[in-house]
Nanobody, 123 residues
């Protein structure tokens, strides 16, 4: 069955860097749009970055644009989120997701989610 496993989270001081990884299996990874989402305590889930199946089209939340980079390695069936100049407001649980339709159907039967990896940024 489809599976996404995130890793790379941790605790870092403001201004530091982290790289999150999402290992995919059990589905046709190259045909899916992929995304990183985050949710902080008491807040709704928000989209951080997305990338299409070919890896040519990306989107970013305004709050992370210029600091975060989403990328994928199809040979390793792995999605990455390079996070630089981290800020305390970036602290959240980060989730990897996949959407077979590339229409934003993350929460439907066409979508898959990982278990999350926590990022804590201290001042």
């Amino acid at each position: 069955q489809a599976r996404l496993v995130e890793s790379g989270g941790g605790s870092v001081q403001a201004g530091g860097d982290l790289r999150l990884s999402c290992k995919a299996s059990g589905f046709v990874y190259t045909s899916y749009c992929m995304g990183w989402f985050r949710q902080a305590p008491g807040k709704e889930r928000e989209s951080v970055a997305t990338i299409d199946g070919s890896g040519t089209t990306t989107t970013y939340a305004d709050s992370v644009k210029g600091r975060f980079t989403i990328a994928k390695d199809n040979s390793k069936i792995t999605l990455y989120l390079q996070m630089t100049d981290l800020k305390p407001e970036d602290s959240a649980m980060y989730y990897c997701a996949a959407d077979s339709t590339c229409l934003g159907n993350w929460d439907s039967s066409d979508g898959h989610w990982g278990q999350g990896t926590e990022v804590i940024v201290s001042s």
